[in-house]
């Protein structure tokens, strides 16, 4: 299984992550990447970005060592009426906005509130993806999230650092299998992202391609598996939102 692109990726303009841009896309280059998609935290993470590090990504040459460079940002859901840390004009002009739900930011609920916090966050035009669902304090109902993000165009992360020893997301595995199964019950569209936050690890999905492999997880359902293929899916999101 090739997954060529990889959504997720942190740089030291994250505050806690360790790699330049230009480490980033010569390693993805030599691993046969397509595209890497530059995520850094925006500013409610402690030493995230600030609003100007997001104004300033058009700089960046499209492809650098033959790596398309993807302009995103990992945003952070703030509150439980699904409120964004970034300026929605800003997201409007970046290809890729995840937003994720981090403990720094956002306190733990129960699954009901979690689930309806959620359910806003997909309706916002503005976000592509929901980052590393699966954590014990800010567990959802899987079924509703799959058939919602479907509906909305909105992708759903498969986050290989949740599912290492080394992840800091509790209890994250059982979670993750639990969003596997009902993406594919409703053939709700996925990514898989590194969520790298050191050059080494961009594009290894080891953990998350021996889940899907486990669980007989179809490779359609995999939107990243070409750069191809991933544009495609987000630039008809925003084609569609216009309308
Ligand atoms: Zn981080
Ligand atoms: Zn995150």
């Keep these: 299984m090739k997954i060529l692109a990889d959504i997720h990726v942190h740089t030291i303009s994250s505050g806690h992550a360790y790699s330049t841009v230009d480490e980033i896309a010569r390693f993805a280059g030599s691993k046969g990447m397509e595209a890497v998609a530059i995520t850094d935290h925006s500013a409610a993470m402690p030493g995230g970005a600030h609003l100007f590090h997001f104004a300033n990504l058009h700089i960046l040459p499209e492809y650098i060592h033959g790596v398309r460079i993807i302009r995103g940002a990992e945003v952070n859901i703030m509150d439980y009426d699904g409120t964004i840390d970034l300026e929605e004009a800003m997201m409007e002009k970046l290809d890729l906005v995840i937003a994720s739900l981090h403990p720094p930011c956002i306190k733990g609920a129960d699954k009901e509130t979690i689930t309806r ?19 014990d304090r800010f ?18 992360e498969l986050n290989n650092s949740s599912l290492q020893p080394t992840g800091t997301r509790l209890g994250a595995r059982k ?18 992202g590194s969520d790298s936050h050191y050059y080494g690890s961009v594009g290894d999905f080891t953990e998350a391609i021996n889940l899907m492999k486990e669980l007989d997880f179809p490779e359609d359902l995999i939107v990243n598996k070409s750069q191809d293929r991933l544009m495609d899916f987000i630039q008809r999101k925003g084609d569609s939102d216009e309308s």
Excluded: W
């Design 139 to 156: 567990p959802m109902d899987f079924d509703i999230i799959a058939q919602h993000a479907k509906k909305h165009r909105v992708l759903l």
């Design 175 to 192: 979670h993750i299998v639990k969003m596997l199964e009902s993406c594919k019950k409703y053939e709700t569209p996925i990514v898989v």
């Design 117 to 135: 916090t959620l359910m806003k966050v997909i309706e916002n035009p503005h976000v592509d993806i929901i980052g590393h669902p699966g954590d």
